[in-house]
């Protein structure tokens, strides 16, 4: 539920980034700044799956790494930037709310970011572009259908109400998606 708070000017550093892990860059786009949000989710994604290929690849075998135990580095390494990055951007919304003039802005797409990269945590990195693009359609179906009980977690305070709904979305489609990547192995 949006509601309309007085905007204020940003002040210091720690506004400015706020404002820009915020926004992510698109959250200014016009029409659809939630999907374009999702879109950077999806870029994020697909990045740190490109990163992951050449650790596994070329930088493992340098320090003698068993393929095993370069993959278990590998995912540590990538859920710990994760959940930075998700306590980075519930800080972020509850400090831009007042920047931005409003309990939810439109133009806070961090929440979306996260969803959509929670989304891809259901499904082993390396998955093909139709199941990418299946990951980012379920993620906006669940995000804007909001399904019981994702609507009821928006009235929640500040950066938590913002991503909170985004969260469960992103599970549910990453519920669903993993069922689909489950069915694209028996075919």
């Known amino acids: 539920m949006k509601t309309e708070i007085e905007k204020r000017e940003p002040k210091g550093l720690a506004d400015i980034i706020s404002l820009s ?7 200014y786009l016009p029409l659809a700044p939630g999907t374009w949000g999702s879109a950077a989710g999806v870029a994020v994604y697909t990045a740190f799956a490109w990163l992951d ?15 095993e135990l370069a993959q278990a580095a590998s995912i540590a390494v990538i859920l710990t930037i994760f ?3 998700t306590l980075l951007g519930v800080w972020a919304s509850n400090r831009s709310t007042g ?11 961090v929440d979306e970011v996260i ?14 572009w139709p199941l990418i693009i299946t990951g980012f359609l379920l993620f906006r179906l669940f995000d804007i259908w909001k399904p019981y009980p994702i ?9 938590i109400g913002i991503c909170a709904d985004d969260i469960l979305a992103g599970i549910y489609a990453g ?4 069922a ?7 075919i």
């Open 21 to 27: 892990v915020t926004t992510f860059g698109v959250g």
């Open 53 to 67: 290929l050449r650790w596994e690849q070329h930088w493992a075998p340098l320090i003698q790494l068993t393929p």
């Open 83 to 85: 959940l930075l990055f």
């Open 99 to 109: 920047l931005l003039g409003n309990t939810d802005p439109p133009e806070a797409v």
């Open 115 to 128: 969803g959509q990269l929670i989304t891809f945590l259901f499904v082993p990195f390396g998955i093909t």
């Open 151 to 159: 609507d009821s977690l928006q009235v929640l305070p500040g950066g």
């Open 175 to 178: 519920i669903c998606l993993s």
């Open 180 to 186: 689909v990547y489950a069915a694209s192995l028996w």
